[in-house]
Nanobody, 121 residues
Framework: QVRLVESGGGLVQAGGSLRLSCTASGSIRSIRTMGWYRQAPGKQRELVAT????????NYADSVKGRFTVSRDNAKNTVYLQMDSLKPEDTGVYYCNVQGSQYFHDPFDSWGQGTQVTVSS
């Protein structure tokens, strides 16, 4: 079982910044992707940003492009989300997601508990 722990959420004024961290631990053979999703009250969970281990390919939701940056520290099994120019609509619970690799016969899909991000107008 792969466990994820997020941190870095909090309250910030619009235009401010926050940096989220997520560290994976447990039974890990290889990580294929690491990323972030978020869920606002009454809304569906949505993809924010992901990073593939192979090639370093990143993917961002259109709503956060140019404002958020996902990065990795592979030695620490940690993924970060630097959030700049935050907007009230960025408010929600942010969940870390880590996926294993089918190549290593371990296609796990793990989620963190979530960390609250609140952006005031």
């Amino acid at each position: 079982q792969v466990r994820l722990v997020e941190s870095g959420g909090g309250l910030v004024q619009a235009g401010g910044s926050l940096r989220l961290s997520c560290t994976a631990s447990g039974s890990i053979r290889s990580i294929r992707t690491m990323g972030w999703y978020r869920q606002a009250p009454g809304k569906q969970r949505e993809l924010v940003a992901t990073s593939m281990t192979s090639g370093g390919t990143t993917n961002y939701a259109d709503s956060v492009k140019g404002r958020f940056t996902v990065s990795r520290d592979n030695a620490k099994n940690t993924v970060y989300l630097q959030m700049d120019s935050l907007k009230p609509e960025d408010t929600g619970v942010y969940y870390c997601n880590v996926q294993g690799s089918q190549y290593f016969h371990d296609p796990f899909d793990s989620w963190g508990q979530g960390t609250q991000v609140t952006v005031s107008s």
